[in-house]
């Protein structure tokens, strides 16, 4: 039977281990309202923009002759043979199933996609369909980094006209179907939009260059602290401008709304979705006005600029969100730890106690029979 | 609604981009760097989308004076009685680091000098170039 000094020091190390998780609650609910709140501020633009996208493809002659060939190369819809798929996790851990969820949703995916490339009887033959992996959060990345191969390039750089210019290009070896392409970990860190737009035109670069069929994001969506779920997005081709194609690939337990809704009234953070703001409600009118507009540029221009902005923006609101979703795990993580060291406190120093108290009546025995022995 | 809200003459004004809604406020006129050139807006003027190059945005008059915005790159929407600046930056002067731009500066000219046969890489170096100093430009008549 463990002595009661023992059981102190153990009581008193479970003690420092509720201070620091109750710590650590508190900083992701600062976090957390600071996520909410640049994810707000972000829906305005990301409103507007969809809306004038909207209204310039109703009014402009974006499709060709008879409806059929689409202008923009990111409308089109090409055979799937390279798929990028675009998982955005966290840099820490400590947040319950948030980095598992993701991966685990994201693997399922991939997996779903290769198996899809069985031979059916509609399509006896279907090709090779590779995937290319990019990850944001050194989770993600450290889960499929150890999974998939990385990709390789090689770099050229060959001069011509006697030395007077170069031709630079990378060009990529597949060695495996699956590869790690790039970890784009860095737009965590910072998370603003000059990072993302780089990222964004990367990826659009080499779809619009026909490297990849379609893009995919896999991330946390963020609705409320008590609802959030894995879902992947359909991100390139755009099927339909302003109603992306989402589909949920898990959803939270009651039992995790439960942990989550008990967290968040005790840190003081509000459970329903926030409101939408009146610069909001104003931002779904912009660019719908019943008036003909004079464009500037001619709107097939406009539309050509605007799309790839648009692409842009739907990473940065998925990013967005999955830093709230990952901010409001930890919190939600983080009170049930407090909440578990809280009972393990209460039964060591029961434990504690009676051991006092046995060691007490025993010397009490000893005492009492000793001198009844006399 | 916008219609409502703001007294005859007074354009409705705001600069939103990803990240914020930098201004929203009245004024008598707007000046915006649309990317063919300068441009006014003023209460009452014909609904237009324009595609915004960088440089200033200026608001004349309104609830708060004059006004100096830095924007970059987004587009603009004209109403009668509303202007709506979507930009993928904008700052307020007083938010400008001007060594920071000088460095963005001489960055992007190096980009421009290596850009070498690469078309996009040229076009991006320019349009670099092209924020660095209207950057600077901003910085200066604070």
């Known amino acids: 039977m463990a002595n009661v000094l023992d059981l102190k020091r153990r009581i008193r190390s479970v003690k420092n281990t509720r201070q620091i998780t109750k710590a650590m609650k508190m900083v992701s609910a600062a976090k957390l309202r600071r996520a909410q709140e640049r994810a707000m501020q972000a829906r305005p633009y990301a409103q ?13 002659d974006l499709y060709g002759g008879d409806g059929v ?164 997005e359909k991100l390139l081709p755009i099927r339909k401008l302003g109603s992306p194609e989402v589909t949920v690939l898990e959803e939270m337990t009651e039992e995790q709304k439960e942990a989550a809704g008990r967290a968040a009234a005790e840190a003081g953070i509000s459970v329903n979705e926030t409101p939408a703001s009146a610069q909001e409600k104003e931002a779904k009118t912009f660019g719908t006005a019943d008036v003909d507009y004079i464009y500037d540029q001619p709107p097939q221009t406009l539309f050509r600029h605007l799309l790839p902005r648009y692409v842009t923006t739907q990473i940065y609101h998925a990013l967005l969100e999955s830093s709230a979703s990952e901010q409001a795990a930890r919190m939600t993580a983080m009170d049930a730890a407090s909440s578990n060291a809280s009972d393990m406190i209460d039964s060591l120093t029961l434990t504690m106690n009676r051991v006092r108290q046995a060691a007490i009546t025993k010397e009490i025995i000893e005492i009492v029979s000793g001198a009844a022995a006399i | 609604m916008a219609e409502e809200t703001t007294t005859s003459g007074q354009l409705a004004v705001r600069i939103v981009t990803p990240d914020r ?122």
């Open chain 1, 48 to 60: 507007m923009l969809a809306n004038v996208l909207q209204s310039l493809v109703r009014r402009a």
């Open chain 1, 69 to 232: 060939d689409v202008m923009h190369p990111l409308l089109v819809e090409r055979e799937e043979k390279n798929v990028l798929v675009l998982v955005i996790a966290g840099d820490k851990g400590f947040a319950g199933a948030f980095n598992a969820n993701v991966g685990k949703a994201a693997q399922r995916f991939v997996d779903g996609r290769r198996a899809k490339r069985q031979p059916t009887e509609e399509n006896p033959s279907p090709g090779e369909q590779n995937i290319d992996i990019e990850t944001v959060g050194r989770k993600a990345r450290d889960l499929f980094k150890r999974k998939y191969p990385e990709a390789q390039w090689e770099h050229i750089d060959q001069e011509y006209d006697n030395g007077l210019a170069h031709h630079i290009e990378d060009v990529r070896h597949r060695k495996a179907p699956i590869e790690v392409t790039y970890d784009r970990s860095v737009l965590l860190a910072k998370l603003n939009f000059v990072e993302v737009d780089k990222a964004g035109h990367s990826i659009i670069d080499r779809y619009e260059r026909g490297e990849i069929d379609s893009v995919y994001i896999v991330y946390n969506e963020f609705k409320s602290v008590i609802a959030q779920r894995v879902v992947v």
């Open chain 2, 21 to 142: 809604v930098l201004v929203d406020t009245t004024a008598d006129g707007v000046e915006l760097p649309a990317l063919s050139g300068y441009m006014e807006a003023l209460y009452g003027a014909a609904p237009l989308l324009a595609e915004l190059g960088a440089g200033e945005v200026k608001l004349h008059g309104g609830s708060s004076g004059d006004a100096k915005f830095f924007v970059a790159w987004g587009f603009v929407e004209v109403l009668p009685q509303r202007v709506t600046i979507l930009a993928e930056t904008a700052m307020k002067p007083s938010e400008i680091d001007p060594s920071q731009a000088q460095q963005q500066l001489a960055d992007a000219e190096k980009d421009w000098s290596q850009a070498g046969d690469d078309a996009e890489k040229y076009e991006y170096a320019r349009a670099e170039i092209r924020v660095a100093e209207e950057k600077i430009a901003a910085a200066k008549d604070r």
